[in-house]
């Protein structure tokens, strides 16, 4: 059977501090939520800030739009000494062997474990069973730009709809937020919703709290 993430539907809550990227909209709209964004981003900025903000999230709208990711939001925060901290938020749905979600779980916590440098724990969101993995990233320098050091945090959640695992990243450059960030990423697992598409107008199911074990501290 052919999957792709278009035979899925997610539902996810972001908390107050996360900007939703507009992403799968028809271009003659685009615009507008793109700019609709920029505002919100920038309540108090110039016409620069906003304009340049829009510039820039709209080819990675374009970009994520077409990698097939299902979701994508970008995290500002004020930090307690005034300093600026940002995250980014991507889920995405990966084809797996439709297994029951018990053994999905454990074959990438398996997995993910044999990897270096790589904290992995198993948790338990109202969803199902998930694997909270942790580790650092690097991006490559070039002539003008170094390079860039980022934590990633990531949920591998096996959806109840066999054969497809749901993936929800969130990746920062801060490091001293970590905690903070990886409390967030739970705090989203927990108000995931996965469904067949073809039942994706009707409403979801309030989920019940979960017993999301604490990881790293």
């Known amino acids: 059977m052919s999957l792709s993430p278009q035979s899925v539907s997610i539902t996810v809550d972001t908390p107050e501090g996360f900007h939703d990227l507009p992403l799968h909209l028809p271009p003659d709209v685009l615009d507008a939520a793109l700019w609709e964004l920029?505002?919100?981003?920038?309540?108090?900025?110039?016409?620069?800030?906003?304009?340049t903000t829009a510039i820039v999230y709209s080819d990675l709208t374009t970009a994520l739009t077409a990698d097939d990711v299902l979701h994508?939001?970008?995290?500002?925060?004020?930090?307690?000494?005034?300093?600026?901290?940002?995250?980014?938020l991507l889920v995405r749905a990966q084809a797996v062997e439709p297994e029951a979600p018990e053994v999905v779980a454990a074959s990438f916590q398996e997995t993910l474990s044999f990897e270096e440098h790589r904290n992995v724990a198993r948790v338990d969101l109202p969803c199902g069973p998930a694997v909270l993995s942790l580790h650092a990233t690097e991006t490559e320098g070039e002539a003008v730009l170094p390079a860039l050091e980022f934590a990633q945090v990531e949920l591998y959640v096996p959806a109840p709809v066999r054969g497809w695992l749901i993936v929800l990243a969130l990746t920062t450059p801060c490091f001293a937020d970590l905690p903070r960030y990886?409390?967030?990423?739970?705090q989203i697992g927990e108000s995931l919703v996965v469904r067949p598409a073809e039942q994706a107008d009707e409403p979801p199911k309030t989920p019940a709290?979960?017993?999301?074990?604490a990881v790293f501290g």
Not at 38 to 51: K, S
């Open 182 to 186: 990886t409390g967030i990423l739970r």
């Open 72 to 88: 994508a939001a970008v995290a500002l925060y004020e930090t307690e000494d005034g300093a600026a901290s940002t995250a980014h």
């Open 209 to 213: 709290a979960g017993d999301v074990r």
């Open 38 to 51: 920029a505002e919100r981003i920038w309540p108090g900025g110039t016409e620069f800030q906003r304009e």
